[in-house]
């Protein structure tokens, strides 16, 4: 273990990238697959169920949002202390995170318990579908704890040079998702809460492999009694990086909370359409983030090492890898909305609004893979600033804007627009910012540094 960390300084870039970042991108892949294959087995239950998960989703991701962001600022410190020699304080950040994933857990249940149903209320949830939403979150809220675990100990095995380990973990706990789904939904009888036990079940048993791997002492690091004990200055660091994460993955599901609003006042159906379509793009974009995840420690790893040539060519083909695997992917969506539409539900209403409104939305798909890792990029160097501005740019500054103008202008049509708007503006604006910290970096973008940074 401790000579695959030394390789993130010294093995070929793209030998490196492969090997990070093909399992983080299968592992992701996998991951996507909870709320897909829970909207499979729910859709049978009728569009009602489609919708009030539809709801459920971003609520529910709010929760992964804090596990992400944990997660990712961890693996940047941990990163980056190996990178530097400093073995110590990268057990101490996993003992620091550990510590309050459980802390988190036990608010967010408490939450759940007391505010669910106003925040339903609050948030305009359709009558139709409340009942359903409601049942599903009640075990969301009560197993979260599963949810900030699995992240970042996810994220933690990958900064310390093991991703073959993660992907492992992912497609066991998914595949425990895809077996336990059917049995609860509907053996059980117990509908969209059965998914929701399903999914939380199938964390619990992906957790229990990273645990059995940190404490056996197979990792690079090695938990002591000292790293459970809060030391607010390892926290700080976590979350100079893990904040502007969280706020990225926060923002996404804000932005889809409001665009849930808005589409109740047009019926259910619309609000179906946005889940089926917010799903087929987190799996196009799934890729994505298994390289921008795969990246993340070896930047952070050569940014800590001084080794701005492996920095640079890291970024490039990184953005590069990104950019076809998402645009494959909007290429099939746009000439096969029905087929993918109706692998979640074939009812002839949502099917003719989900054709049209998809073909609308990924036209500017082969902008958000740049924009995904020019994010990552600043968060494995520790910029928490920049990274918290591109965090916000696409979803919430620009993409909450635009639906309500041009939603405002041209109804339905208007809406789906939002989107390719948010996605290119997002791409121009995150080119000038990345460009201006690769200059102040002394990192040139296409051509090769020939000093090393001291």
Known sequence: MQNNTLQMGEENITKLIIRFSLPATIGMLVMATYNIVDTIFVGRLGSEAIAALSVAFPLQMLLGAIGIGSGIGTASLISRSLGA????????????????????GLITALAGFFCLRPLLVFLGTNTEIIGLTEDYLRVITNGSVAFYLIMILNNTVRAEGNPMLSMKMMIVSALANVVLDPIFIFLLDMGVRGAAIATVIS???????????????????????????LHWKTIRDIYKIGFPAMILQFSNNISLIIANAILAGYGHIPVAVMGLIFRLQ?????????????LLPIIGFNYGAGKLNRIRETLLKGAAISTVFITVAGIFFFLKP???????????????????????????YPCIGFQIISTTFFQAIGKGIPSLLLSLLREVMLFIPFMFLLSTLHGLTGFWAARPMSDLL??????????????????PLWQKQTLIKT
């Open 338 to 364: 029905a087929f993918f539409l109706s692998i979640f539900n074939a009812e002839e209403e949502l099917l003719a609004l989900g054709r049209y409104a998809l073909r609308i939305m990924v036209i500017m």
């Open 85 to 104: 020699g400093n073995k110590e304080e990268a057990q101490n950040a996993l003992g620091q995170v550990l510590i309050l994933a459980l802390i988190f």
């Open 203 to 229: 964390k619990i048993v992906g957790i229990a492999m990273m645990l059995h791997y940190f404490f056996t002492g197979n990792s690079v690091l090695k938990m002591q009694r000292s790293n459970f004990i």
């Open 426 to 443: 997002s791409f121009l604006l995150t080119f000038i910012i990345l460009s201006f910290e690769l200059k102040r970096q002394g990192i």
């Open 282 to 294: 987190m799996l196009a974009i799934m890729p994505v983030l298994g390289v921008s995840q795969g």
